[in-house]
């Protein structure tokens, strides 16, 4: 259960409001969209014509819905900052990750777009599934997160682990929400090699995030937390 209140895992999960890390973060978050967003409309030409070379995108329709992807997960990082998050945001986080959004949110965005390959026309069969993953990862993250935050709220709960909701069919189901997003965009650029990412963050997450969130949540709740693990898969619901 990727508990935003709690954890180790090299994040200070300590609570606080820090509003300044978190506009900076949302802003900058903002700032990369609308820099996708400009590059497909004109920006990429603009700046090939600034080193003498004629860049355009192969399929400016797939790129644009990329942008489209990058925005909707604004929006869904947006209501994570100033609404689910408890702890403290800091500043090295800020800028370390607004670095690693930056290049992947451009860097699909090219790929997928055609300027280092060519890319097959938008709308084939897989381009259907890659936005339903896309779609359905998106929601198993914030509506999970956002079910927690609500039950929570109770002060009768005060103290007491979560594991109901989503979060009853995988303890870290936030986690493989965003896992089934991302794999869905890396479909969607048609790139092969763009699988890498979803393959990448799904090895982080169970090989260095959750056992660290799982030690410190068996502390957090020594009455609570042991027979949920016992009882409920870790991240992909029925099968781990």
Same mark, same amino acid.
């Given at each position: 259960?990727?508990?935003?209140?709690?954890?180790?895992?090299g994040v200070d999960r300590?609570?606080?409001?820090?509003?300044?890390?978190?506009?900076?973060?949302?802003?900058?978050?903002?700032?990369?969209?609308?820099?996708?967003?400009?590059l497909v409309c004109g920006?990429?030409?603009? $700046? =090939?014509? @600034? %080193?003498?070379?004629?860049?355009?995108?192969?399929?400016? *329709?797939?790129?644009?819905?990329?942008? #489209?992807? /990058?925005?909707?997960?604004?929006?869904?990082?947006?209501?994570?900052?100033?609404?689910?998050?408890?702890?403290?945001?800091?500043?090295?986080?800020?800028?370390?990750?607004?670095?690693?959004?930056?290049?992947?949110?451009?860097?699909?965005?090219?790929?997928?777009?055609?300027?280092?390959?060519?890319?097959?026309?938008?709308?084939?069969?897989?381009?259907?599934?890659?936005?339903?993953?896309?779609?359905?990862?998106?929601?198993?993250?914030?509506?999970?997160?956002?079910?927690?935050?609500?039950?929570?709220?109770?002060?009768?709960?005060?103290?007491?682990?979560? $594991? =109901?909701? @989503? %979060?009853?069919?995988?303890?870290?189901?936030?986690?493989? *929400?965003?896992?089934?997003?991302?794999? #869905?965009? /890396?479909?969607?650029?048609?790139?092969?090699?763009?699988?890498?990412?979803?393959?990448?963050?799904?090895?982080?997450?169970?090989?260095?995030?959750?056992?660290?969130?799982?030690?410190?949540?068996?502390e957090r709740y020594p009455?609570?937390?042991?027979?949920?693990?016992?009882?409920?898969?870790?991240?992909?619901?029925?099968?781990?």
């Amino acid at each position: 259960m990727g508990d935003s209140s709690g954890g180790k895992g090299g994040v200070d999960r300590a609570h606080g409001r820090s509003l300044p890390q978190r506009a900076v973060f949302c802003i900058g978050h903002l700032a990369i969209v609308l820099c996708c967003a400009w590059l497909v409309c004109g920006g990429l030409a603009w $700046t =090939g014509r @600034l %080193f003498g070379q004629a860049w355009s995108f192969a399929d400016s *329709g797939r790129a644009a819905l990329l942008v #489209g992807c /990058a925005a909707l997960y604004w929006l869904r990082h947006a209501v994570t900052l100033f609404y689910l998050l408890a702890r403290r945001v800091d500043w090295p986080e800020v800028f370390g990750l607004l670095a690693f959004i930056g290049l992947i949110e451009v860097g699909l965005l090219l790929a997928g777009g055609g300027l280092f390959t060519g890319t097959p026309p938008l709308f084939r069969p897989l381009d259907g599934l890659a936005l339903a993953l896309v779609l359905a990862g998106s929601w198993l993250n914030t509506a999970s997160e956002t079910q927690r935050k609500l039950w929570k709220r109770d002060p009768a709960n005060r103290g007491r682990c979560y $594991t =109901g909701g @989503l %979060f009853k069919y995988s303890m870290h189901i936030n986690y493989f *929400g965003d896992t089934v997003m991302f794999t #869905g965009w /890396a479909l969607l650029t048609a790139v092969p090699w763009a699988l890498v990412l979803p393959a990448l963050m799904a090895a982080m997450f169970v090989g260095y995030h959750i056992p660290a969130l799982d030690a410190y949540l068996a502390e957090r709740y020594p009455n609570d937390f042991p027979a949920y693990a016992r009882t409920t898969r870790k991240f992909i619901p029925f099968i781990y």
